[in-house]
């Protein structure tokens, strides 16, 4: 009993951290680098429009530019294709989405996650670019990765 309340504790405090750590945005064009925590809000409000079906991100989200309706349709045909609903993005998903800086933006795939599959074969492709002390994000697609 005494191991597995140690145990218990461990792993709570392993996920204490892991929460608060920050993540900073760094322009580096040689390595793929985790998502900045300065961005996570922004991309998982994305997933939730997509996940709510609004597929041309019409709800505003701060920083974020409207989808063009063929954009939209091409997105809601690959969710349709792959046959999966999408689900809010659990914490985990930070563990395995990148960024990379590609000269004067960055690339950003975002792994999603499905209610029949959990972790699924989907990734949210999104440009971020800045301008002084905002960042813009420009939703590229939803595709197999």
Request: charged share 25%; net charge negative; proline share 2%.
């Amino acid at each position: 009993m005494q191991k597995f309340v140690l145990l218990v504790i461990k792993i709570s405090i392993l996920e204490i951290n892991k929460m608060s750590e920050n993540i900073v945005v760094l322009k580096d064009e040689n390595n793929q680098i985790p998502i900045p925590s300065i961005w996570r809000e922004t991309l998982f409000n994305i997933v939730e429009a997509l996940k709510d079906g609004d597929f041309r991100i019409q709800r505003g989200i701060n920083g974020v530019l409207q989808i063009s309706k063929e954009d939209a349709l091409r997105i809601e045909r690959n969710l349709e294709a792959y046959g999966a609903q999408l689900i809010s993005l659990p914490e985990e998903t930070w563990d395995s989405s990148v960024c990379q800086w590609m000269n004067s933006y960055w690339d950003v795939l975002v792994d999603l996650y499905t209610m029949e599959e959990g972790a699924s074969d989907l990734a949210l492709f999104v440009r971020v670019s800045e301008s002084d002390s905002s960042y813009f994000f420009d939703i590229q697609s939803v595709h197999v990765a």
